[in-house]
């Protein structure tokens, strides 16, 4: 079974950025794409974007477009998410999960996203 | 459009059943799943498209789809099903996710 762990907790500038790590472990990285999902205090879910690691594209929200960085190293099985400029509205806890079915370079979003990370919170405070 | 909308909160007595929709022009041509959240935990994919319950879900968890409107249903509720759920479908591109802003159920 795939488990997903991220990296610890954050504490940024405003204006800086911040690099989430998620490594998979349990199963081949190869045959599902990566999501990363964040979550302001007491407030929903937004999704972020999400990567295919076997072929590297990664696709954003409109709303992140420009701000956000997904990537993936196959090599050690672990997917990057990236923010930069960050302002005090970005504090969230993020969380990498995954998206289990691919059709070529297409996501299939007909399937949920079925393993998640236990979440990496990062604070933006001055 | 591209928002999904859900009751912010829904309370059930205990061994109920209970409905918590998701409502957004989308649902039309897409189906929605659904997540599960407790506090302080990430969120649990508990049922997803036409007919779809991941392993370990107990049966009690159902969905369904009429027009706009997304549903989960509970039946017979149990205290341990008291939580935050969220509804995902797509965006109108049909290239992005979206999410509900969540319902909070209260088991009574």
């Known amino acids: 079974q795939v488990q997903l762990v991220q990296s610890g907790a954050e504490a940024k500038k405003p204006g800086s950025s911040v690099k989430v790590s998620c490594k998979a472990s349990g199963g081949t990285f190869n045959s599902y794409a990566i999501s990363w999902v964040r979550q302001a205090p007491g407030q929903g879910l937004e999704w972020m974007g999400a990567i295919i690691p076997i072929f590297g594209a990664a696709n954003y929200a409109q709303r992140f477009q420009g701000r956000v960085t997904i990537t993936a190293d196959e090599s050690t099985t672990t997917a990057y998410m990236e923010l930069s400029s960050l302002r005090s509205e970005d504090t969230a806890v993020y969380y990498c999960?995954?998206?289990?079915?691919?059709?070529?370079?297409?996501?299939?979003?007909?399937?949920?996203?079925?393993?998640w990370g236990q979440g990496t919170t990062v604070t933006v405070s001055s | 459009s591209s928002e999904l909308t859900q009751d912010p909160i829904v309370s059930v007595a205990l061994g109920q059943t209970v409905k918590i929709t998701c409502q957004g022009d989308?649902?039309?041509?897409?189906?929605a799943s659904w997540y599960q959240q407790k506090p302080g935990q990430a969120p649990v994919l508990v049922f997803y498209?036409?007919?779809n319950r991941p392993s370990g879900i107990p049966d009690r968890f159902s969905g369904s789809r009429s027009g706009t409107t997304a549903s989960l249903t509970i039946a017979g509720t149990q205290a341990e099903d008291e939580a935050d759920y969220f509804c995902?479908?797509?965006?109108?591109?049909?290239?992005?996710?979206?999410f509900g802003g969540g319902t909070k159920l209260t088991v009574l």
């Open positions: 995902g479908s797509r965006d109108s591109s049909g290239n992005h996710r979206i």
């Open positions: 999960a995954r998206d289990p079915h691919i059709v070529g370079v297409i996501i299939d979003f007909y399937y949920g996203l079925d393993v």
């Open positions: 989308g649902l039309r041509n897409y189906y």
């Open positions: 498209g036409e007919d």
